[in-house]
DNA sequence: ATCAACCTAACGACCGGTCGGTAATTTATC
DNA sequence: GATAAATTACCGACCGGTCGTTAGGTTGAT
């Protein structure tokens, strides 16, 4: 039985969220599991190999959830909500991978890196696309797809920074807030295109 | 003169931004400066040192762009608008730096990081100030102002990590969409407490 | 006897940082 | 205005330590 490879796994996600990829060493983890380092690389290639393993497999669990979640509407403004409903309650019911898998994309192999950046891509183009459909069915107001899609992501994303999972607000809470968020800024408002009061259009200098 | 203090910080920066604080090492500092590596500890008193007053001056800076561009203005909307303007834009024009100054709080010594971290606070409470101030105004729907702080500045500060400075769009044009955004997602609007089945419920706290 | 799952020991590379020294320039003293 | 003293801005060599990784041996269960 492989037990000891998920507790390296887990002790690894443990460290690299605390202090950092970098900041952790091979001997941290093996501390922490209470094994020699060495014994590190007889389940795992290298520590690259390590931080990708969790990486791919977060990634992998991201996709999968968003499947689900949009499997239960076919309207395009119920599927947007379940998109971002789905987004941040996973990035906050698993804070520590989602915080690594966004922050230490600098520790991968050229290799590994492309493989996640794919994943990552077809990720985002599904939220385009329901952006996609919402402005063409004239729910959203005429926008940057990409730019909305990066707003939305990298917003809910952030939650996985400052969440307190024994704080006073819940996964579901935070959820609603940013949901409403999301929701009312792609709906289409009071839109200004440039800053109209002519004083206000020079930036103050620094 | 001390022009090679400032070419040091320079070139620290390009290397942050493009390899990261922890992969980058003196020597290579020292490479791309043109001199040997003891001389960097001429200028600055440790390589934490360096990565210090590197964010330091950022955040200054950017507390000072912040008031300058809400002294333009008294009415809560407008200040609200230009807040988020001057918050992208920083971000955009000065991105290397922002970018450092947002991933690399952890090459940071608990002192320098403290210090860093309540000058940052104290600028994430105007933003909850004038969020606070538009909600007794009615101008906002009622939520949770840090929250909704949190998700403002956290939503543009990531402009810095996919902007291109020669890509399609300007500074300004992000940081018209980035307003309107905000501002849309602040005002009330339809707004749906959850997507649970009723006896799931989690009514946020207000 | 095999083999998975560990161990001990060590390797070379590299890191941030320090040391003594020095040429060039500025400042103080007469 | 000549000379001594001090300061600035750098260099080359080197140190102690840590890092990821590897080689090869040991153990215990099947």
């Given at each position: 039985m492989a037990a000891m490879k998920e507790t390296i796994t887990q002790v690894a996600i443990d460290l690299f969220f605390q202090k950092g990829y970098f900041a952790t060493s091979i001997s941290d983890i093996a501390r922490g599991c209470g094994i020699q380092k060495?014994?590190?690389?007889?389940?795992?290639?290298s520590k690259e190999a390590l931080l990708f393993t969790i990486m791919y497999s977060t990634m992998q669990d991201l996709l999968t959830c968003l499947d689900r979640y949009l499997a239960r509407s076919t309207e395009v403004a119920e599927r947007m909500r379940a998109a971002v409903r789905s987004h941040v309650s996973f990035h906050l019911e698993r804070q520590k991978e989602t915080f690594i898998a966004s922050s230490e994309l600098r520790g991968l192999s050229p290799d590994h890196l492309s493989i996640l950046i794919e994943k990552r891509d077809a990720y985002e183009r599904?939220?385009?696309?329901?952006i996609h459909e919402g402005v063409a069915q004239g729910v959203y107001a005429a926008g940057e797809v990409k730019i909305l899609s990066y707003a939305i992501l990298t917003l809910c994303t952030a939650g996985a920074f400052w969440f307190r999972p024994d704080g006073r607000l819940s996964v579901d809470a935070v959820a609603t807030i940013y949901e409403n968020f999301v929701l009312n800024g792609l709906t289409a408002g009071q839109t200004r295109w440039s800053l109209a009061p002519a004083h206000l259009n020079q930036r103050p200098a620094l």
């Open positions: 060495a014994s590190i690389y007889y389940h795992f290639a599904i939220f385009q696309e329901l």
